[in-house]
């Protein structure tokens, strides 16, 4: 089996065809992964959304819930960060915030709690099988945590989640994964080639 950086060698070698092969070489890359980067979800208004409706704009996504108390926050202040650092290329991503925690972030919650880390993060969610449906297309795990027994309180339980942010490109496909804690620098950096060399 051809391995990934050989396959792109080769792929690039092609000339005038070498924006088309990196976008072949990037669906390859989703395939390598099994990521389906294909979701229909709801923003905070109701409204549908799925990921054909930012055709032509990359999108920046992350999963998380609005209760997380120290890693989706981190996530959404550095998402923040890596668009003022873009500047100018900020506008042609798309920052996303998916919550897989429906039965708590409604769209008010959501809106309020996107909005105070950057107006330009969308929140989106869903029924619990539509956003089981998103999460399995990105190999992203989550599963409710309940507290101590002694509480009863069904509303109080964490939701153990995947972390990291998704690229994907403006024809919709998956370029690539952030891990969690890649330094924002270095995500921002990433980015703004990848929009650069398309162009």
Known sequence: MIRFAALLALLLCLGPAAAQATRSLEMLRGEETGIVPRYLLQDPNGRAVSSEDFRGRYQLIAFGY????????????????????????????QPIFISVDPERDTGKVLKTYTEFFDSRILGLTASPALVRRTADNFKIRYAKVRQADKDKDPQHYAVDHSAGMF?????????????????VADVSRQISEIIKNRQ
């Open 66 to 93: 609005t209760y997380c108390p120290d890693i989706c926050p981190t996530t959404l202040v550095e998402m923040a960060e890596i668009l003022k650092q873009l500047g100018d290329k900020a506008g042609a991503v």
């Open 167 to 183: 690229l994907l490109g403006p024809d919709g496909s998956f370029i690539r994964k952030f891990a969690f804690a890649t330094p």
